[in-house]
């Protein structure tokens, strides 16, 4: 069952048009895996001082329909895959039962230092409800 993070969208974020702007999107789907993240205890804080950062590497997003001002909006997001030293991550922007986005992320796990690293298993664990996919699975975990 994915993560689900409510949110309004507010008229600062609309383009000209009157839609809420793209590059809004990206940032709500950015809260999203933050919350996520927060709620396994694995806030950016968290991690920052267990010395671990996610860094995305990758994003693909879909726009599907648009959302307008004062649209109550739902931020649907999963971990679809673990690797050694990187994770990816599926997402949804939902207005009641219409998928408006998706977003697809690939981030990088790195040291404080930026060197990329191996997600230790209690990380992979505190995901591990969230998680799609088996985790043990992936060839890349192994080694």
């Given at each position: 069952?994915?993560?689900r993070h409510p949110v309004k969208v507010r008229?600062?974020?609309l383009d000209p048009y009157g839609h809420l702007n793209h590059?809004?999107?990206v940032q709500l789907f950015e809260t999203g895996r933050v919350e996520l993240l927060d709620k396994v205890g694995l806030g950016l804080h968290d991690l920052e001082d267990?010395?671990?950062?996610?860094?995305?590497?990758?994003?693909?997003?879909?726009?599907?329909?648009?959302?307008?001002?004062?649209d109550a909006l739902v931020v649907e997001t999963e971990v679809l895959e673990i690797r050694r030293a990187s994770s990816r991550w599926g997402?949804?922007?939902m207005r009641g039962?219409?998928?408006?986005?998706?977003?697809?992320?690939?981030a990088a796990v790195t040291?404080?230092?930026g060197r990329p690293v191996r997600l230790p298993e209690t990380?992979?664990?505190?995901?591990?409800s969230y998680l799609v996919a088996d985790p043990t699975s992936s060839p890349d975990r192994e080694g």
């Open positions: 069952m994915p993560h008229f600062y974020e590059s809004v999107y267990e010395g671990f950062r996610f860094v995305v590497t990758q994003i693909a997003t879909r726009f599907l329909a648009s959302a307008v001002g004062g997402q949804r922007i039962d219409d998928v408006l986005a998706t977003q697809e992320v690939v040291g404080t230092s990380m992979v664990e505190r995901l591990a």
